[in-house]
């Protein structure tokens, strides 16, 4: 199964220089948050396959105008071509604003989610926006990562996490792809293209 995986700026090279065909190669497309609702309109009429959304920091007109045709992942798991695909958007909080939260905050939304994650025996992907803590992320508040996805990596060893909000243009020393454990890291900040590593797991 080929996924593109989306974040922060509306990726030009499948949006500014589109052509037609470009997108239809892609089975699932995973969005990571801060990008118009626009783009992932567009893409979701030109590739004909899901586009799967959680939010960013920077997303609160999604609250009343959501990208149409895109699946909302955030805050629930969705199971999408087979695949367990868990969303947690937002960022770490830096100031009053409705997609970000606390530690605390996060670990309730995850909370919550605790009936879900029995009931689909965990999750193949980890979508969201924000990076986990000392993952390749930053000590600074607004690109500080959640301590609790590395609990979620480790408890539930999902395939992929799929992340973005730490741009890749800020800086040399942060990597597109690394690993812990069985799980394949990725920042998709613009587009990245991959592979689902293995049949989907969500039907046993």
Known sequence: MKILAVSDIDAKYYYDYYTPGKLDEFDMILA?????????????????????YV?????KRFAETPPEGCVCADGRIVVVNGVRILGLGGSYRYKNSKFM???????????????????????????????????????TLTHRGFECFVEL???YKPKYFIHGHVHMNYGPHFPRKT????????????????????????EK
């Open 101 to 139: 939260y606390t530690e605390k905050e996060m670990r309730r939304r995850i909370f919550r989610l605790r009936l879900s994650l029995w009931k689909h025996r965990g999750f193949d992907i980890l979508l969201t926006h924000a990076p986990a803590r000392h993952i390749n992320d930053e000590d």
């Open 153 to 155: 990596l480790d408890k």
């Open 55 to 59: 939010h960013g920091n920077h997303d």
């Open 32 to 52: 990571c948050g801060d990008l118009h609702r626009e783009f992932l309109e567009f893409l979701v009429t030109m590739a004909r396959c899901p586009v799967v």
């Open 179 to 202: 690993q812990r454990g069985d799980t394949v890291i990725i920042n998709a900040y613009d587009h990245y293209v991959f592979e689902y590593d293995g049949p989907p797991t969500a």
